[in-house]
């Protein structure tokens, strides 16, 4: 790289990183104000509140905000480059307007492959921490309500609970059924099931098991019996934010449990994993656009470019927030509704470098 590179590289990246700092710092502020009253009120204590919520607060943010950061830091540089005529320097002096764009393409490269770690490890791993601090001090005890559940378990094999206490981890009325050529070949039945923790099993309690294999019908019954199941307690806990505490591993691994099981809601996930994909990729987009209606020297000065930015910044979310929600409810594949934005700010891109003077 040229000095040229090396002076326009390390302006985009400080510029960038202030604006992340400056709005992570007020978007705390903002959280703590709005929650300092549950801290109070569920006594949290000060150590947890630091680093267990907002320690892993910054990352969370900061990863959030990236492509919108970016894309503001861009115009609001290169708007400055361009009202004191240093682009104008820069293409006199025989640099090309593709040229220019080189350290902005670094720039964005670099950060989109630290969006893409923090994406899919470091964010998940702090939310690991975060969200539990969440559900204990700020959203209340969850009660799991849902009755008569059934899950797939096993290729043959469902199992049914009317109703379960995720406080006692106890399930009522449960059954496990082996169902083969859409004939039922064995079933248990039992009052209820519970979680031994110190053994990772089931406890079976008064249960009783009928076969009707054929030449082998009969019933078995018995007050206890422990077993092994593809179940466990997590699968009635708190899901909220659940998605965003996996690493990108463990999101694929749980993508395929849930598949196996033929569950519901398998959209949030696929989402979830589309945009770990697709948001470093947006980065790249959004500084591409951000340079291409900045790079001008605007009668309307920098503040009506910085505009201009905000408003294309705020389309983006628009659109983005909307494709997601549609997604959500089963209207569009999740696919297509995580890479559609990208797909149209990414035409746009292209058509204001092939239209705008340069």
Known sequence: MKILDYYILKKFLKTYVFAVFLIVLIVMVIDYTEKIDDFIRKQAPMDAILFDYYLNFIPYWANYISPLMVFIATVFFTANLAAKTEIIAILSSGVSFTRLMRPYLIGSTIIAIGTFIMIGWVVPNANKIRVPFEHQYINGTYFFDKRDVHIKIAPDVYAYIESYDNNTNTGY???LERISNNEI?????SDRITWDTLRKKWTIHDFRI?????GKTGIISGVKIDTTLNLFPKDFQNKHLLHETFTLPELNRHIDLVRSRGADGIEVFLIEKYLRYANPISVIILTIIGFLVS??????GVGFQIALGFSLAFIYILFFMMSKGIAEGGGMPPLL??????IVFGAVGVGLYYTLPR
């Open 210 to 214: 009928r076969n009707l294999m054929p």
């Open 173 to 175: 009325r449960f059954s």
């Open 337 to 342: 509704a995580v890479w559609l934005p990208n």
């Open 295 to 300: 790079a001008r020297k605007s009668r309307g």
């Open 185 to 189: 070949k064995e079933k248990l039945m």
